[in-house]
Structure formats: C-alpha cells, structure tokens
C-alpha cells in the first residue's frame, strides 16, 4: 500500500520567514495530494491541494509542488503569521476512498 | 447543525467495557470513514464506507467493530479495548471518488481512554 513520509517533524520559524515542509510518496499511482492544517484542539482542514497533471498550485500565501518522478510534493508558507502555528498533514490518494497521512509538522511561527 | 458531528468528545473505559463511538454528516456525502490519531503517528486509516458498503479494512483488530447504517452515520463499536488503544479517533466523510471534490471533511474527533 502507499506509504507517506513526511519531514520535518517540527519547525519554528520567525514571523515573516517562509517555511517549507517536504513529503515523499511510494504508489506512483497516487494522483491526488491535499494537505491539511491542525490546529490545536480542532478537526485538520484541508488548506491546499493538488492534482498528478500539475505541478505547482498557489493560493495567497500558500504554495504546493509537485515532482511526480522524484515522488515528493511540498508545501510552502510565505510570510508566516503567528495563525498559521498548527500541525500539518501531506497526504497522498490514488483516488479510490484510501486517503494516506504522514506524521505531520508541527510548525510553530515566533512572533 | 452542518458539517460532521462526533459524540462523545470524550471516553473513558476499562478494558472490559462496551462502548460506541457515533458520527454523523449533514454534507449529503456517500462516503464516510474513522481515522485513528496517535501522538507523533500518522493518521491511521481504520475504515471506509462507500454508498454504506464497507470497501476498507486496514487491518484493524476485531476489538473494532464498524456499523454503517445509513449514509449519514457511522458508529464504531468498541469491547475489550487496550491501553494502546487510547488516542483520538476521527470520523470523516466526503463525496467518494467519483465526487469531483475529494476533499475530507472531518469532525471534531472523541477522545478515549482506555484504562
């Protein structure tokens, strides 16, 4: 089955800074990688995602990549805000009803 | 109420109790699954329901038991649980493959304990 790396684990960055959070997968089938934000106490919700025929999506501040032939994505946060502070989940989905998480970031924005 | 509603937020049971833990969607979604969520591990795939037909079971123990009567509600049934089954379980649903969205919408998650 897919297997989902995720790294790192966790990362504290100054506000302003970007922050960059890396997952590797293992199905090349896998076509579909959303990534959700935890935040402490709350149900993850999906913030960004992103299908296998393209390579980069972007939405305001937020931005994901994808290498289908390295089998990695990441995302990537510009101008950090202290409300961006969660846990991150990648994950990876060959578009049946089997979704795969990795382990999560959790990323701590100073103010 | 919208969205995905898990009851009881919080449980705590000795290892020879009976419990369930419920959810339920108002999205009209045909597909709903539970997560299981341990601390520093990635989010496990327990089950998944599609259109209430059970297409997953990633090798779950028979101490976990899934009912799926409707597609608004998903029950798991809990006996003879473990210590090690104690983390926060989370119940999700969404429109299934063929939904041109595939994004999971998740509820708030029940917290157990499992003394």
């Known amino acids: 089955g897919e297997n989902v790396e995720q790294h790192p684990s966790t990362l504290s960055v100054q506000e302003g800074d970007s922050a960059v959070i890396k997952c590797t997968y293992s199905d090349s089938a896998s076509n579909y990688f959303p990534w959700y934000k935890q935040e402490l106490g709350k149900r993850p919700q999906l913030i960004i995602d992103i299908r296998s025929n393209v390579g980069e999506k972007k939405d305001q501040r937020i931005a994901v990549t994808l290498n289908k032939t390295a089998k990695h994505f990441s995302l990537h946060i510009t101008e950090t805000q202290p409300e961006d502070s969660a846990v991150y989940f990648c994950?990876?989905?060959?578009?049946?009803?089997?979704?795969?998480f990795g382990a999560g970031t959790r990323l701590t924005v100073k103010p | 109420e919208t969205g995905v509603t898990q009851t009881p937020r919080h449980l705590v049971m000795g290892m020879t109790n009976k419990k369930s833990l419920k959810c339920e969607q108002h999205l009209g979604h045909n597909a709903m699954y539970w997560y299981k969520q341990s601390a520093k591990k990635p989010l496990e795939l327990m089950f998944v329901?599609?259109?209430?037909?059970?297409?997953e079971n990633n090798s779950v123990p028979s101490r976990f038991s899934p009912e799926c009567p409707n597609s608004s509600h998903l029950f798991l049934h809990l006996h003879t649980l473990q210590p090690e089954d104690s983390a926060l379980y989370l119940c999700?649903?969404?429109?299934?493959?063929?939904?041109?969205?595939?994004?999971?919408?998740f509820g708030e998650g029940s917290r157990l304990t499992v003394l």
């Open positions: 994950a990876a989905s060959k578009g049946n009803n089997d979704m795969r």
């Open positions: 999700a649903s969404s429109q299934g493959p063929s939904g041109i969205s595939r994004e999971l919408f």
């Open positions: 329901y599609s259109l209430e037909e059970r297409v």
